[in-house]
């Protein structure tokens, strides 16, 4: 750590977005599922009808032939497809038991860069970090490194330290596949977590490798390739145990929930029954929030549990401290905050084209004593930005 | 609706609170040590600032930040001041100091110290001129001994025994208030640090002017009395660190404290006028929209 940093750390204002980890000791547990799925389809075009039956793990969607991004989407249940449009497919029925310690690691030997990418496009893989892009693609990419990114993408969560912790073994091999697939020579999992938001990418290439992306760069631009520690997972998954991306884990913390952990959830599992079987007091949560609470969403009505759903969330007032907006007192607390180096305050009054380089990780609003929305004025002046172009 | 749904919990109104609190010693040992004029002179200030803010407000005070202005107004007054000088400078500092420019967050100067500098020139024979300046004025600081005078034991200046603002009275109430704050991170640590060895480096430095080596020997090439007597302390950790008058960026901050450091010693080595911190204060805060276009983050 440079001295700067340093001293800013021992005597500076506190900038810091506390990690809150309560439930990083909870092991993963399995739910009991609910009655149906309603399967998000991603662009992907329905390849069943109403009234099929189908098993676990079959295909249900896919991309067009010509389409630049091609996903398949798997059926987590077995049962009855009681509905189909272009954005969701709903599943009736249950999901297998788990089959436990199927997958034999055999890491990458044997297998073609190519045979494990069609594995992983076939199986529907796409990233689980929060973007879900689909994962073949990444794999087509040339570069050195791949790192395996086990800073979580959020406070509250500790879905991927468990996955980590409790399926360590598939993780790596998920990485070895990878490395094999894009012909890297180095790889790691990174879990160093020092602050948030630590977990994206560009901070996890410049703090880990030494390499830094300019604003608008993509990781493969300095020879990286990041996976989530789950995509790592289902990429193992895909290769060794044969079975598509139908579930993952989520977080469900908050102090508004009776039982929170860490728990396998079929995708497409809707949040209703999260909040029935986790016991989420509705009365006392201020909020609930799909996601993280720096970047999710307030709860919407018929929200179900996507490849990009970290977490769920049930916050109290407490917890949430809300208060009203009061003048800015030039305190410069959002600016050390900012982790891309804005000077927060003053592009929100005099926006420049510099804001485009804001992720809206809300690290500024965070810290703003004087709670003033800055994420919201800062989309605004990115959406300005963009139409003045 | 879109996060972030979290807020950390310091708040401006906290903040303000903490720093309240962190002036409660100094202000209680200053009344303890100067007694009735004391309070009246802190009461004047806290009081006609309330009461300023309330009247251009026409609400009640949203944050404590009117008692904390008068509060180091009065701090910044001698301890020997007429009745009336607190309540002038606590109106001067809210009046025009902060709602002349717009109110919280948009005045450029410390509105304390703007009010300290107002009330030299509208009233200079009750504040600080050194007697070998003026003939007929009071000494009032250790920094202004008379000629042939002798030198300000550190001793007395540790524990206020020497005359000079309310805010001297005691620097290790003021040292505990302003690293209490930067314990709690209120303030930004990196000002006082900062200006504090500015303050110190240069009054190794400089060899100080032909007539304060005739006149005041003893403001030479000795830090530590640089550092307790005058107003260095509540300077380095009450006024500098007001947010709203220092530069927004990290760097710029340090850049503000270096300043008002040099101006601090250069002021009491070179210029008749024995306290010049609260008049540093003011030239760095005047730095402050430059120093914010040089660096912005």
Redesign the interface.
């Known amino acids: 750590m440079s001295l ?1 940093a340093r ?2 750390q ?5 900038t810091l ?1 506390p990690a809150r980890k309560r439930t990083a000791d909870r092991a993963i547990e399995r739910l009991s599922p609910s009655a149906w799925v309603s399967v998000p389809l991603a662009g992907a075009a329905p390849t069943v009808q109403v009234g099929d039956v189908v098993a676990a793990g079959a295909l249900i969607a896919r991309s067009q032939a010509g389409a630049r991004w091609q996903r398949r989407v798997h059926s987590p249940y077995q049962g009855a497809v009681v509905s189909v449009d272009e954005r969701a497919i709903v599943v009736e029925g249950a999901p297998l038991p788990a089959a436990a310690g199927s997958a034999q690691h055999t890491g990458a030997a044997g297998l073609a860069p190519s045979d494990i990418i069609v594995t992983v496009r076939e199986a529907g893989v796409t990233g689980l970090g929060g973007a879900m892009f689909p994962t073949y693609a990444k794999l087509g990419t040339s570069v050195d490194t791949v790192l395996v990114n086990g800073c979580e993408s959020e ?1 509250y969560f500790t879905c991927d330290h468990r996955v980590l912790a409790e399926h360590g073994d598939e993780v790596r091999c998920g990485l070895a596949l990878a490395k094999r697939a894009v012909n890297a020579d180095h790889g790691a999992i990174v879990d160093r977590e020092a602050y948030y938001p630590a977990g994206y990418e560009r901070f996890l290439i410049r703090d880990e490798l030494d390499r830094v992306l300019a604003p608008h760069a993509l990781p493969r631009d300095v020879g990286v390739l990041v996976m989530n520690v789950q995509s790592a997972r289902a990429l193992c998954v895909a290769v060794c145990g044969e079975t598509p991306m139908i579930e993952r884990v989520i977080t469900v913390a908050g102090d508004a929930v009776g039982r929170p952990g860490n728990y396998v959830v079929a995708i497409g599992t809707p949040v209703a029954h999260l909040l029935r079987v986790c016991e989420i007091d509705q009365a006392r949560a201020a ?1 609930i ?1 799909t ?8 709860l919407e009505a018929g929200a179900v549990v996507t490849a990009g759903t970290g977490g769920l ?1 049930a ?1 109290t007032a407490d ?5 009203e907006e ?7 607390r959002c ?2 905050a ?1 982790p891309v ?3 927060v ?2 592009i929100v009054e005099r926006p420049g084209p510099e804001v485009l380089r804001c992720m809206e990780c ?1 690290a500024c ?7 003033i929305p800055l ?1 919201e004025r800062l989309r605004l002046a990115k959406r300005r930005e963009v139409e003045w172009d | ?15 303000m609170a903490q720093v309240v609190v962190a002036l409660l010693p100094i202000a209680t040992i200053a009344i303890w040590r100067h007694g009735a004029p004391a309070a009246v002179t802190l009461g004047g200030a806290v009081t006609a600032a309330l009461a300023v803010e309330i009247a251009v407000r026409r609400a009640a005070p ?2 404590l930040s009117a008692v904390i202005t008068g509060m180091l107004a009065a701090l910044l007054l001698p301890a020997d001041a007429p009745p009336w000088l607190g309540a002038a400078a606590g109106a001067l500092a809210i009046g025009v100091g902060k709602h002349a420019f717009g ?3 948009k005045n450029p100067f410390n509105p304390a110290a703007l009010s300290r500098g107002l009330l030299m020139v509208l009233v200079p024979a009750t504040l600080f001129a050194p007697a070998w300046a003026w003939d007929g004025v009071t000494m009032a600081s250790p920094l202004a001994r008379e000629s042939g005078g002798t030198a300000p034991l550190l001793s007395a200046v540790w524990s206020g025994d020497v005359p000079g603002a309310l805010g001297t009275s005691a620097p290790w109430a003021v040292l505990l208030g302003g690293l209490a704050l ?1 314990a709690l ?1 209120t ?4 000002v006082p ?1 900062v200006y504090l060895a500015t303050v110190t480096v240069g009054s190794i430095v400089l060899p100080g002017s032909d007539r304060i080596v005739a006149h005041a020997p003893w403001l030479v090439a000795d830090p530590l009395l640089h550092l307790l007597a005058g107003g260095t302390l509540l300077t380095a950790f009450f006024l500098l660190t007001d ?2 008058t ?5 760097l710029g ?1 340090v850049a503000f404290a270096a300043i008002a450091g040099v101006v601090t010693i250069a002021a009491r080595l070179y210029t008749p006028y024995p306290d010049a911190a609260a008049l540093a204060v003011l030239v760095a805060n005047a730095f402050t929209p430059a120093i ?1 276009r040089w660096r ?2």
């Open positions: 700067r001293l800013a021992w005597i500076g204002v506190p977005v406070p909020t929030i996601g993280g609470p720096m970047m999710g969403r307030a969330l916050l917890e949430v401290a809300a208060r009061v003048p800015c007192i030039r305190c410069g600016l050390e900012c180096g804005l000077p305050a003053k809300g609003q965070y810290v703003c004593p004087s709670a994420v | 609706m879109r996060g972030p749904f979290l807020r950390s919990p310091q708040s401006t109104s906290h903040l949203r944050d109110g919280l967050g930067v991170r303030i930004d640590g990196r640090l947010p709203v220092a530069p927004f960026a990290p901050r914010d912005s983050t």
